[in-house]
């Protein structure tokens, strides 16, 4: 599975911006999703994951209420809708693919990642 993620940017806080995470080659559609953040001089981190099915989300506490993460399956991609952006959210988004139809919080669960975005909120 080869993954795609864009639609960063720079954005006032209190902005929106929405990533798309595209898949191509082997289907993802049997697994789950998410999407992962890493701020400079930090660890990446868990941000939001979706099911196979869409039925299941989770979400990390400090982003509860702001994003929302959503899929497509005709189109194998995945969204990140992100609303009320503060200055903290600014890092490279990473996309990626889960070993199983659940989407842990451990990058450990994710098996492929896509080469991420960088996403920028001033104040």
């Known amino acids: 599975v080869q993954l795609q993620a864009s639609g960063g940017g720079l954005v006032q806080a209190g902005g929106s911006l929405r990533l798309s995470c595209a898949a191509s080659?082997?289907?993802?559609?049997?697994?789950?999703m998410g999407w992962f953040r890493q701020a400079p001089g930090k660890e990446r981190v868990f941000v939001a994951g979706?099911?196979?099915?869409?039925?299941?989300?989770n979400y990390a506490d400090s982003v509860k209420g702001r994003f929302t993460i959503s899929r497509d399956y005709a189109a194998t991609t995945m969204y990140l809708q992100m609303n009320s952006l503060e200055p903290e959210d600014t890092a490279v988004y990473y996309c990626?693919?889960?070993?199983?139809?659940?989407?842990?919080?451990?990058?450990?669960?994710?098996?492929?990642w896509g080469q991420g975005t960088q996403v920028t909120v001033s104040s």
């Open positions: 979706i099911s196979w099915n869409g039925r299941y989300r």
């Open positions: 080659g082997r289907t993802a559609s049997n697994n789950g």
């Open positions: 990626a693919t889960a070993r199983q139809a659940v989407a842990g919080t451990g990058a450990d669960q994710y098996v492929h």
